[in-house]
């Protein structure tokens, strides 16, 4: 990114002052690739760094289109949080990001085409995707271009770009509404951290608290590598005795519980995702408790997705457990099926027992999986 620059002719830049350009933390030296826009909102001053002579995903995108200013902090953290989501599929995957959580996200079913996939991943809720930043982990071809274009977006995030394809995102007399989106090429994503154990010990998360402190935590990674990590639920307690899952989800329904479990990694806790076919028909995000998120996740379906599937046999990721088994009913009321959450509750065994008597096939995670962003 930086070879080209970003526009630095903004009240912040010439005035931030503030920001070296290289700086050391834990043994490890940054190198700044530039300042940028502003931060979080307008009157906060930021620079972007990444770690000196090391090949960077994100740190070494390309700008092959910029914007009339360039990037925020915004802009940069939907950008990671996206890619972060399709870095997991070996199918074409895309995921549409807005203020830090997906709006909608897809991979590839069946035959479906990158536009296909796109649209899925659009339309889940198409409100939200207004202004949003869209992240791909294959090459973007002409016709998944022009549809982007049809509808305002701030980025695209992509490892590649089709032959034809930057001309159709420069193309500021056709499409009016989108003649200033920044089009950027980053590295495969595959290659970003992705599972425990697989030493990405250096990739820590820096947390700074209000008075300057700092936490420092080992990186969200999974250890669900696969559908044959997708464990029945089974637990015991007093009350109910020993409780075992007693209804297996489909192959289907394995697949998109493995992708939900994915995507719900980079939502913000306590976050549950609803998902069909490969496609995330409604996200619940940042809610109290656990009841309340998959309540604003079926009333969003009900009032936001655009798409043509239905909740009937769809699956739901809940990245921490039920302590109740009043989630598995709403969820279960709405249609349905197959659950994923990590165990933990002390009431566990009646949250098995309650999804037997509901039909719907409860699958234990080995870990919980709160975003804290």
């Given at each position: 990114?930086?070879?080209?620059?970003?526009?630095?002719?903004?009240?912040?830049?010439?005035?931030?002052?503030?920001?070296?350009?290289?700086?050391?933390?834990?043994?490890?030296?940054?190198?700044?690739?530039?300042?940028?826009?502003?931060?979080?909102?307008?009157?906060?001053?930021?620079?972007?760094?990444?770690?000196?002579?090391?090949?960077?995903?994100?740190?070494?995108?390309?700008?092959?289109?910029?914007?009339?200013?360039?990037?925020?902090?915004?802009?940069?953290?939907?950008?990671?949080?996206?890619?972060?989501?399709?870095?997991?599929?070996?199918?074409?995957?895309?995921?549409?990001?807005?203020?830090?959580?997906?709006?909608?996200?897809?991979?590839?079913?069946?035959?479906?085409?990158?536009?296909?996939?796109?649209?899925?991943?659009?339309?889940?809720?198409?409100?939200?995707?207004?202004?949003?930043?869209?992240?791909?982990?294959?090459?973007?071809?002409?016709?998944?271009?022009?549809?982007?274009?049809?509808?305002?977006?701030?980025?695209?995030?992509?490892?590649?770009?089709?032959?034809?394809?930057?001309?159709?995102?420069?193309?500021?007399?056709?499409?009016?509404?989108?003649?200033?989106?920044?089009?950027?090429?980053?590295?495969?994503?595959?290659?970003?951290?992705?599972?425990?154990?697989?030493?990405?010990?250096?990739?820590?998360?820096?947390?700074?608290?209000?008075?300057?402190?700092?936490?420092?935590?080992?990186?969200?990674?999974?250890?669900?590598?696969?559908?044959?990590?997708?464990?029945?639920?089974?637990?015991?307690?007093?009350?109910?005795?020993?409780?075992?899952?007693?209804?297996?989800?489909?192959?289907?329904?394995?697949?998109?519980?493995?992708?939900?479990?994915?995507?719900?990694?980079?939502?913000?806790?306590?976050?549950?995702?609803?998902?069909?076919?490969?496609?995330?028909?409604?996200?619940?995000?940042?809610?109290?408790?656990?009841?309340?998120?998959?309540?604003?996740?079926?009333?969003?379906?009900?009032?936001?997705?655009?798409?043509?599937?239905?909740?009937?046999?769809?699956?739901?990721?809940?990245?921490?457990?039920?302590?109740?088994?009043?989630?598995?009913?709403?969820?279960?009321?709405?249609?349905?099926?197959?659950?994923?959450?990590?165990?933990?509750?002390?009431?566990?065994?009646d949250v098995i027992k309650r999804a037997n008597e509901l039909g719907v096939a409860l699958y234990h995670a080995p870990e919980r999986i709160f975003s804290h962003h």
């Amino acid at each position: 990114m930086a070879e080209k620059g970003l526009n630095r002719n903004t009240y912040l830049s010439k005035n931030i002052g503030n920001f070296p350009d290289e700086f050391e933390m834990f043994g490890r030296k940054y190198v700044k690739v530039n300042d940028l826009r502003y931060g979080t909102n307008p009157h906060q001053p930021a620079a972007y760094f990444k770690p000196a002579e090391t090949p960077c995903v994100i740190g070494d995108m390309r700008v092959l289109k910029d914007g009339k200013s360039g990037l925020s902090q915004t802009n940069l953290e939907d950008i990671s949080y996206a890619l972060n989501i399709v870095k997991f599929f070996d199918r074409p995957a895309c995921a549409v990001m807005k203020h830090v959580n997906p709006s909608g996200a897809a991979v590839q079913f069946g035959d479906e085409s990158l536009l296909d996939i796109y649209k899925k991943a659009r339309d889940a809720d198409a409100r939200a995707a207004f202004g949003s930043v869209i992240a791909f982990n294959t090459a973007v071809d002409v016709a998944t271009a022009e549809e982007i274009m049809s509808t305002f977006c701030e980025c695209v995030v992509a490892p590649a770009y089709d032959e034809g394809v930057l001309q159709v995102f420069c193309d500021g007399e056709k499409y009016k509404l989108n003649k200033h989106i920044r089009i950027l090429q980053c590295g495969d994503p595959a290659s970003l951290p992705k599972f425990v154990g697989d030493g990405n010990e250096e990739n820590n998360t820096i947390k700074v608290l209000a008075d300057g402190s700092l936490v420092v935590a080992a990186p969200l990674l999974t250890a669900v590598r696969s559908i044959d990590d997708l464990k029945p639920a089974e637990a015991e307690n007093s009350r109910c005795g020993k409780q075992v899952s007693s209804f297996a989800a489909t192959r289907e329904q394995l697949d998109d519980l493995l992708f939900a479990w994915y995507v719900n990694i980079s939502v913000r806790s306590n976050g549950v995702v609803i998902v069909k076919n490969g496609q995330t028909l409604a996200v619940g995000t940042g809610e109290q408790d656990r009841v309340g998120a998959i309540e604003q996740a079926v009333a969003k379906f009900g009032q936001k997705y655009t798409g043509e599937a239905d909740l009937q046999g769809a699956v739901m990721a809940s990245d921490g457990f039920f302590p109740f088994a009043d989630g598995v009913e709403v969820a279960a009321a709405a249609g349905i099926k197959a659950i994923i959450a990590p165990a933990g509750s002390l009431r566990d065994a009646d949250v098995i027992k309650r999804a037997n008597e509901l039909g719907v096939a409860l699958y234990h995670a080995p870990e919980r999986i709160f975003s804290h962003h």
